[in-house]
């Protein structure tokens, strides 16, 4: 069975630039959620949907944005990009939301702003 | 606030030795805890996890153990191998919300012939 799949594997935009980074699940799970690594830390939470819904959302600025579609795939979305946005973005899916549902992780989308 | 802090940035441990990787947390709404493992240009792969209900959950060579009065995990590899050198990620989740994991900031492990 295929993983999660992310999409692009990398990215360069300039500050101020727009950038949608692409997830799918893995099959029959209906849980998409977004992490952000920056270099040298743990990966920190932005997004969790749930059956297309938003179900939780992390300490970032309203410049991210998120969306589930019928399929449960997902797009992250970061407007106005900032040097600061360089990281790689995880996406993890899991079958519910129940807590002891184990997340499982995409290869991730390194995102370069210059 | 770094709810869930590894101390230890690296580790060196030779092979067949035991690796003990330390993880600690603040948020006493934690229940559930998990590893892990992280290689170069790849996403984390799940390792072991543990309910707050148990205090050792084992998987081979994998060993997680649980000190909830003193909001303490380990993860010990016996015996270690070459192929465990990696980044190892410690995570929580308060299930009562969800699923969402807060981590800590890895622990470098290298495991040396």
């Known amino acids: 069975d295929a993983g999660v799949t992310q999409s692009p594997t990398h990215l360069i935009k300039t500050r101020g630039q727009h950038v949608t980074l692409r997830c799918s699940p893995i099959?029959?799970?209906?849980?998409v959620s977004w992490y952000q690594q920056v270099l040298g830390q743990g990966p920190q939470f932005i997004f969790q949907?749930?059956?297309?819904?938003?179900?939780g959302r992390g300490n970032f600025p309203d410049r991210f944005s998120a969306r589930q579609f019928p399929n449960y795939s997902s797009e992250l979305n970061v407007n106005a990009l900032l040097l600061g946005d360089s990281a790689l973005y995880l996406c993890?899916?899991?079958?519910?939301?129940?807590?002891?549902?184990?997340?499982?992780f995409g290869p991730g989308t390194r995102l370069l702003v210059l | 606030d770094q709810q869930v802090k590894q101390n230890s940035p690296s580790l060196s441990v030779q092979e067949g030795r035991i690796s003990i990787l330390n993880c600690d947390y603040t948020n006493s709404m934690f229940d559930y805890f998990l590893w892990y493992k992280k290689y170069p240009a790849e996403g984390p792969t799940f390792l072991i996890s543990i309910s707050s209900i148990k205090d050792k959950n084992e998987d081979g060579r994998f060993t997680v153990f649980l000190n909830k009065s003193a909001k303490h995990l380990s993860l010990h590899i016996v015996p270690s191998q070459p192929g465990d050198s990696a980044v190892y990620f410690c995570?929580?989740?308060?299930?009562?919300?969800?699923?969402?994991?807060?981590f800590g900031t890895g622990t470098q492990l290298k495991v040396e012939l």
């Open positions: 993890a899916s899991s079958s519910g939301l129940a807590g002891a549902e184990t997340q499982y």
């Open positions: 099959s029959g799970h209906k849980s």
């Open positions: 995570a929580a989740s308060d299930t009562g919300g969800g699923n969402k994991l807060t």
């Open positions: 949907y749930y059956e297309k819904e938003e179900r």
